[in-house]
């Protein structure tokens, strides 16, 4: 990397916007509450099996009925900004473009939202972070019936681009797509669970579905853009972009050409299925080359509202992998991944990072630099905003209050990626303009369950859902203010 002159090493803009992010299904509980019918989500965590230790987001951390205490943690923890998720099923509980709006609902949110304007924090508001409304799964399949899907996610977009407008600077359409179609119709482990794996759900096609899943949400994504940019932007401002997730690959073994190629190829089967039909205005090669006619083609009025949707790119990132190619072995007709393994060591055995609490995530902060770098090469330098980052940690929840306050790995997470952030920034030129810690609380972990916790604030699920702040809910605002007006 190239050192640029008359910059700091490490820094971030004087209005730099950081804060927390939640989603609603994660933390609202009150299902029933001002007419909200159930989720996708509800229904699969209370199908046996689907959620590790049993639990599902029935009370969670019955935020639905505290936000004005989590709007005063939000404040004394110095947060600029908030990202919270509105719940579909709360606003239109039977999902669908001609069923009936609970006004409810929408008052709860305006409200929330005007409160957080008073308490000076901007909102950051996403429409769906995985929470559809079950009855449209039930009616005509959900995200399978783009047809449907489209036009039902448009009207929802209306009805609360309408509600908010004027209020909301940062809108994001959808929350990691990759995860909705990948993990909810591939590998079966979210919301519906549809897979071909037989000994995980009757239903389902893995060689398909993820597919056609991902294209509806980049066809509803593309007209929610065109309906904001064209009714609401003009007159109310605020921007619009999609929120993907990402994480940064090294080779398995760098000397194999095969593995270097397959880092390439991972990052673009995770992140450029949906950012290159936004950014570049198609699929990507290796994914049109692995999946023939299997990945649908977009239609002239689709891919043009799709082609230069993103105001911003929303980001979230938390870790980093190992990648070793399964090539020249043809790729396995239900492979969501571009035929490769993701592993924590690498040929010689060096560890990516320390263990945590989830399967999936071991810090390495160089790989967040890394891929802010990738992906301001790949799509022309775009504003990213960090919608989320953060950790869990082995063995957290073992631990009792108020030990667990205490949460040194955590804090370690921040500096570090903080550090490393603000470093693309300063050093690389990277245009990020905020950043959003996962998760402001302890929170329902979707397949995991309570067992693994996010927050920097303890949640006490046992003593009625009382909200702690832990040592990195302190750190951060130490951490951001260090390197805020440094560039
Ligand atoms: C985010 O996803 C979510 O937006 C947020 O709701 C969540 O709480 C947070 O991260 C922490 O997990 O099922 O073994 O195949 C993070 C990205 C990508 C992490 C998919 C889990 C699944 C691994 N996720 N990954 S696996």
């Known amino acids: 990397m190239i050192q640029r002159p008359n910059r700091t090493e490490a820094g971030l803009p004087s209005d730099f916007l950081w804060g927390f992010a939640t989603a609603s299904y994660q933390i609202e509980g009150a299902p029933t509450a001002d007419g909200r019918l159930p989720s996708t989500w509800d229904t699969f965590a209370n199908t046996p099996g689907k959620v590790s230790d049993g639990t599902n987001g ?59 304007i008073a308490a000076d924090i901007t909102p950051v508001v996403t429409l769906f972070h995985w929470d559809l409304p079950d009855a449209l799964d039930k009616r005509y399949g959900g995200l399978l019936n783009k047809d449907e899907f489209v036009p039902d996610f448009l009207r929802y977009a209306r009805v609360m681009f309408e509600a908010l407008k004027g209020k909301v600077p940062y809108w994001i359409t959808f929350n990691e797509p990759f995860c909705s179609s990948g993990l909810g119709y591939g590998i ?27 294209h509806s949400i980049l066809c509803a994504h593309g007209a929610a853009v065109q309906l904001y940019r064209s009714e609401y932007k003009p007159q109310h401002g605020g921007e619009i972009g999609i929120t993907l997730n990402g994480d940064y690959g090294y080779p398995w073994d760098p000397s ?98 320390e263990e945590t609490q989830s399967p999936w995530l071991r810090p390495n902060a160089p790989g967040f630099r890394h891929l802010l770098n990738w992906l301001s090469n790949r799509y022309n330098h775009p504003k990213i905003l960090v919608t989320e980052f953060g950790t869990s940690i082995k063995n957290e929840n073992d631990l009792k209050y108020p030990e667990i306050l205490d949460d040194e790995f955590r804090c370690e997470y921040f500096r570090t990626y903080i550090r490393a952030m603000s470093e693309a920034v300063a050093q690389d030129g990277v245009n990020v303009f905020g950043a959003l810690c996962w998760s402001l609380m302890d929170n329902f972990e979707w397949s995991e369950g309570y067992e693994t916790r996010f927050g920097v604030c303890y949640v006490d699920y046992e003593g009625g859902q009382k909200r702690y702040p832990k040592k990195s809910a302190q750190e951060t605002r130490e951490l951001f203010e260090q390197y805020i007006g440094k560039v």
Not at 195 to 213: K, Q
Not at 275 to 293: E, F, T
Not at 308 to 337: Q, T, V
């Open 58 to 116: 029935d009370v969670a951390c019955d935020s639905y009925n505290r936000t004005a205490e989590d709007i005063a943690l939000l404040k004394s923890l110095g947060a600029k900004a908030y990202r919270f998720s509105i719940a579909w099923p709360r606003i239109i509980p039977l999902g669908g473009r001609n069923d009936p709006v609970s006004q409810a609902g929408i008052d709860h949110y305006v409200k929330f939202v005007d409160d957080l």
């Open 256 to 353: 194999n050409p095969r593995d270097v190629e397959a880092v390439e190829r991972k990052l673009e089967f995770a992140i450029s299925w949906f950012a290159d039909p936004i950014y570049h205005g198609q699929y990507p090669d290796s994914m049109r080359k692995q999946l023939g006619d299997r990945l649908p083609t977009f239609t002239d009025a689709e891919i043009k509202s799709i082609k230069g949707s993103n105001d911003f790119y929303g980001m979230n990132h938390y870790c980093s992998h190992f990648i070793k190619s399964l090539e020249p072995a043809p790729a396995s007709k239900d492979d969501i991944e571009g035929n490769l393994e993701c592993h924590f060591f690498d040929i010689n055995n060096n560890p990516v990072g």
């Open 188 to 214: 079966g482990k979210h919301a519906p669970g549809r897979t071909s794996d037989r000994s995980v759900n009757p239903v389902g096609d893995s060689s398909t579905e993820p597919w056609l899943a991902g």
